[in-house]
């Protein structure tokens, strides 16, 4: 179950380096480290449009020092399981290109810094780069000076729930963290479980209206341990809660009542343009910035289109005389738990 191979994505602010000493240090402490950085392209105008470079070959007078900067960031999160990359282009369409070529199982990025309009958008970066990842972004926020202690999954009804707790049973087993799982049983399912008891004509109003939230708190429990059975073949250990209300307010009041510093929620298939797919409850979750979300994809088929991510600067590793015998951080892959 542990994670093998991640992508930080760093742009030198404050928040993108905590983040990257965060990843390396307490979250995924003995996972393999592509930290690339991302020079976006700047745009063209009309009147230059194809007399200039392609995005991917757009190369800045500052490349070298850029190179430089990102040796430094290598140095500072990690040792020879660490190598990293430079690109032109936009930072989510390259990111997410980078981990399709490494073949990485998470991508890290800090949320310090992300533009924000009215709270409605989580900024660029994070919006284009959960419409393209094919794995889970984590979006890291709060001190990231310790290990997550307490990790809460937001389990749905949808094709997802078994990816939820499974992301949410790794990192809660790689950093030592407690886990919660917890499913959220809105408003009008409620309404539907009570009308039920009112046909029957069965007691007083409270009367019915209690059996009708103790059959649906007792179905939805029993899902819930079915889905952590079936999850990673029942090896994710989580504690079970079942809520009512709406799961944009009720998640957020769970995540506060455990003290979770970590959350893991999915989204639902993406359709439209960038950012879609990602549903309101998922935006709401993401809003806050103060603790990290981690966001499990929808299962994609090979045929989705993917951004262009041509190699912009070569590789930048650490010296060969760093590496281990072999060149181990790019042998073969260990086998998928």
Do not use: N
């Not at 600067?313 to 015998?325: E, K």
């Amino acid at each position: 179950m542990a994670v093998q191979r991640i992508l930080i994505g760093v742009d030198f602010s404050a928040g993108s380096l905590a983040a990257a000493r965060w990843a390396a240090r307490h979250l995924v402490p003995r996972a393999e480290l592509i930290v690339a950085h991302v020079v976006p392209a700047p745009p063209a105008p009309t009147f230059l449009r194809g007399a200039l470079l392609e995005p991917a070959e757009y190369v800045p007078l500052s490349g070298a020092a850029t190179r430089r900067a990102l040796r430094a960031v290598v140095e500072s999160v990690g040792d020879v399981r660490c190598v990293s990359e430079v690109r032109g282009g936009e930072p989510g369409e390259q990111l997410a290109a980078l981990a399709d070529e490494h073949e990485v199982e998470l991508i890290v990025i800090g949320r310090t810094g992300e533009r924000r309009r009215g709270g409605k958008q989580l900024g660029t970066t994070a919006d284009r780069l959960l419409h393209w990842a094919r794995v889970p972004v984590l979006l890291a926020a709060g001190p990231m000076a310790e290990p997550p202690r307490r990790v809460l999954t937001a389990v749905d009804d949808g094709e997802g729930a078994r990816d939820v707790l499974a992301w949410g049973g790794r990192v809660a087993l790689a950093s030592g963290a407690a886990l919660a799982a917890v499913h959220v049983i809105g408003d009008a399912l409620r309404a539907m479980a009570a009308s039920r008891w009112v046909d029957r004509g069965e007691g007083t109003a409270d009367a019915i209206a209690a059996r009708g939230d103790d059959e649906l708190l007792a179905a939805a429990d029993r899902w819930l341990a079915e889905q952590l059975a079936l999850a990673r073949g029942g090896a994710v250990r989580a504690a079970r809660v079942v809520e009512f209300g709406d799961p944009r307010d009720v998640l957020l009041a769970c995540a506060d009542g455990i003290g979770a510093d970590l959350l893991v929620v999915g989204h639902h298939e993406r359709t439209g343009g960038v950012g879609a797919g990602v549903g309101s409850v998922t935006r709401a979750v993401l809003r806050p910035t103060a603790r990290a979300v981690l966001v499990v994809p929808p299962p994609v088929t090979s045929d989705a289109p993917r951004p262009d991510g041509r190699r912009w600067l070569s590789l930048v590793s650490m010296p060969p005389s760093a590496r281990p015998p072999g060149d181990a951080r790019r042998g073969p892959r260990p086998p998928a738990a």
